[in-house]
């Protein structure tokens, strides 16, 4: 949770730093060389903060590591508190001579005879030294530069459907969808499958896109994993690969969907555009404008965490994708864990399969990765009950537990994760009252709120 912290305060710091009225103050006061050292070594601090948010659940040294981080991103942020008094100062200088003679009433006399730069230029050597000390120390930490977004696995439209357990019921509602002849005021429309993180909308997608009756029903068909940034151009590529085979070179994204509108012009298609991050309404203008001449009735799959887009397309039931039944959730676990479907030759075992899928809250990806976990024990009921009591639960250490626990945390903005951090204040096993959790949380919000406001007009009213 310390990163969350370290990440909220570097935010703030960079857009101080790159405030005109602080590079302003900087070169008046020939301090611009230790503020731009400075934001070089704060740019490789940050970097290395995706890895530290990963491995300061299990090690100590990089929760002090952060910590310090920590200690360091407050200093920083009062010494550029004092030049944004000093510029505040000279601002109310110019524009009236009366306030300066009261304001210098108001302060030391040594104070004032000491320069700014002689205040700060020590003061920001000294913190960059402990920044640079700190980023020297990633190689004893194992530190590394990790970009979450590559760590996305992609995912096509192969599909074992003799391994699939469960939505029987919401693939036959999206059938419908997908094979019926809706009202639509153009010639396709959007499918769309809504849910968080673990929940199996790829999975859903591909027992759709392999459906006969879904191939008998479309000319053409393409899967394209999306995922993040939303590449127009590489989008359209696929989908033109896809519906005639061949891989063309286009110099720009025109050419490309002048071509991929050729090929879609009066057919009936169905696209699957998996894992859509993007909210972005004009983007999605530019990538749909080569399908507008297809067929009727033709259908795009989109499977996305994200409602903003779809919303603002007007795609009408939006429901969540549900968690599994307890009875699908426990011959998927028991699949995973024990090879066959259900409990009925591990009968000993069954109470703690339960426990797990309660645990799980039934979540189809949990349940797969600790459905492998456990197929590396024996079915011995005493290793079982140690395994489910351990502290796996909150350790990285046993395997892909936390990544799978974790993708809708990652997936959080800032302010939520802070959410997250304020919740894990309270003990274990902890019994929350929904509405004395909101008046607590807002009673924090409003106090952080107050302290910003008497520290801002500390600022405005304190001048140097």
């Not at 003679?101 to 320069?115: E, G, I």
């Amino acid at each position: 949770m310390a990163e969350i912290i370290a990440s909220e305060l570097l935010k703030a710091v960079f857009e101080k730093l790159s405030s005109e009225a602080l590079k302003k103050i900087g070169r008046s006061q020939g301090i611009q060389s230790e503020l731009k050292k400075l934001e070089r070594t704060l740019t490789q601090i940050q970097s290395l903060l995706n890895d530290a948010s990963q491995k300061e659940i299990t090690d100590e040294a990089v929760q002090n590591w952060l910590s310090g981080l920590q200690h360091l991103a407050y200093d920083i942020d009062d010494v550029l508190d004092d030049l944004a008094t000093e510029a505040m100062h000279r601002e109310l200088t110019q524009q009236s001579g009366g306030i300066t003679s009261k304001v210098k009433r108001l302060v030391p006399t040594w104070y004032t005879n000491l320069s700014l730069s002689q205040r700060v230029h020590h003061k920001l050597d000294d913190i960059t030294t402990k920044l640079q000390d700190l980023e020297k120390e990633k190689v004893s930490l194992g530190l590394i530069v990790k970009d979450e977004k590559s760590k996305r696995i992609y995912q096509t439209s192969l599909v074992d459907t003799s391994s699939i357990v469960g939505r029987e019921k919401e693939k036959k509602e999206l059938l419908v969808k997908l094979l019926g002849d809706e009202p639509c005021d153009k010639n396709f429309s959007i499918v769309p499958i809504v849910g968080m993180g673990g929940l199996g909308k790829t999975t859903l997608a591909k027992l759709l896109y392999d459906d006969e009756k879904v191939k008998k029903h479309f000319e053409l068909m393409a899967w394209v994993c999306v995922s993040d940034p939303f590449d127009i151009f590489s989008i359209s590529k696929v989908i033109l690969q896809s519906v005639n085979g061949e891989n063309e070179e286009f110099a720009d994204l025109n050419l490309l969907q002048v071509a991929l509108r050729n090929q879609l012009k009066e057919k009936r298609f169905l696209i699957v555009l998996d894992d859509v991050w993007s909210e972005s309404y004009e983007e999605w203008e530019s990538l749909v404008s080569p399908f507008h001449d297809c067929a009727p009735r033709s259908k795009i799959i989109m499977t996305t965490r994200k409602r903003k887009l779809l919303e603002d397309l007007r795609c009408g039931d939006l429901s969540s994708l549900q968690t599994f039944s307890d009875d699908d959730a426990m011959s998927l676990f028991a699949q995973h864990a024990l090879g066959v479907n259900n409990f009925d030759s591990h009968p000993i075992l069954r109470p703690y399969g339960e426990d797990i899928v309660k645990k799980c809250d039934n979540l189809p990806l949990a349940l797969r990765v600790l459905g492998r976990l456990f197929s590396t024990k024996t079915k011995e009921e005493d290793e079982w009950k140690e395994l489910l009591n351990s502290n796996i639960w909150e350790s990285r250490k046993e395997g892909e537990i936390i990544p799978a626990l974790r993708l809708s945390y990652h997936d959080l903005k800032a302010c939520w994760k802070q959410v997250f951090a304020y919740c894990s204040l309270f003990p274990k096993d902890y019994v929350f009252d929904k509405d004395d959790l909101i008046k607590l949380w807002m009673a924090e919000v409003s106090e952080r709120r107050k302290n910003r406001l008497y520290r801002g007009l500390c600022v405005k009213w304190c001048p140097i």
